[in-house]
């Protein structure tokens, strides 16, 4: 890992006629390069879902920085995102995004106004990891795919708990005034 470390170092701070050869970034740079011209080719409908890998060859060759002419993926999901499924596609993902963090927040103000501190502290700590894992898909797309879906079904969920508790309340208020 150190090791790791002070290979970047050595190539940010050289001067870039100096600059050692680093191929993991020359080859993420690539990566990144291939799925914006794949979404300049193709900007309202992508390449097609799944298509980033086998179409890699083709459009890193154009940038000039391949290090391997093999499939590859892009390392980051929103430029794939963008790449296979183009404006369309990404503005629903975004606004699947959006409309997790809205529900979040949503039911987190629900579990204060319930007294419910502690729902309310753990749907935080859960937008925290929402937004950690989100941060991570810039640099690791797809690691552990699992979790992709898992945080958008919890998400959903803590939304529908939070409508019942709504609900809850409600029907405690009437009771209360009758």
């Given at each position: 890992?150190?090791?790791?470390?002070?290979?970047?170092?050595?190539?940010?701070?050289?001067?870039?006629?100096?600059?050692?050869?680093?191929?993991?970034?020359?080859?993420?740079?690539?990566?990144?390069?291939?799925?914006?011209?794949?979404?300049?080719?193709?900007?309202?409908?992508?390449?097609?879902?799944?298509?980033?890998?086998?179409?890699?060859?083709?459009y890193?060759?154009?940038?000039?920085?391949?290090?391997?002419?093999?499939?590859?993926?892009?390392?980051?999901?929103?430029?794939?995102?963008?790449?296979?499924?183009?404006?369309?596609?990404?503005?629903?993902?975004g606004?699947?995004?959006?409309?997790?963090?809205?529900?979040m927040?949503?039911?987190?103000?629900?579990?204060?106004?319930?007294?419910?501190?502690?729902?309310?502290?753990?749907?935080?700590?859960?937008?925290?990891?929402?937004?950690?894992?989100?941060?991570?898909?810039?640099?690791?797309?797809?690691?552990?795919?699992?979790?992709?879906?898992?945080?958008?079904?919890?998400?959903?969920?803590?939304?529908?708990?939070?409508?019942?508790?709504?609900?809850?309340?409600?029907?405690?208020?009437?009771?209360?005034?009758?």
């Amino acid at each position: 890992y150190l090791e790791r470390l002070f290979t970047l170092q050595q190539y940010f701070g050289a001067t870039p006629g100096s600059r050692v050869q680093e191929l993991s970034l020359q080859g993420r740079q690539s990566e990144n390069l291939a799925a914006l011209e794949m979404f300049k080719a193709h900007p309202l409908f992508g390449v097609g879902v799944n298509s980033y890998m086998y179409l890699f060859p083709e459009y890193s060759k154009r940038s000039g920085l391949a290090v391997v002419a093999t499939e590859r993926e892009a390392h980051n999901l929103y430029l794939e995102t963008l790449a296979e499924t183009g404006l369309i596609g990404f503005m629903f993902f975004g606004f699947l995004m959006f409309t997790c963090y809205g529900f979040m927040l949503k039911s987190r103000k629900v579990f204060l106004a319930s007294n419910e501190p502690d729902i309310a502290g753990m749907i935080t700590a859960y937008m925290a990891g929402f937004s950690g894992y989100f941060f991570a898909a810039i640099f690791l797309h797809n690691g552990f795919p699992r979790y992709f879906y898992l945080t958008i079904g919890m998400a959903l969920a803590v939304h529908m708990v939070a409508e019942y508790q709504k609900r809850l309340a409600a029907g405690e208020q009437e009771a209360g005034m009758v």
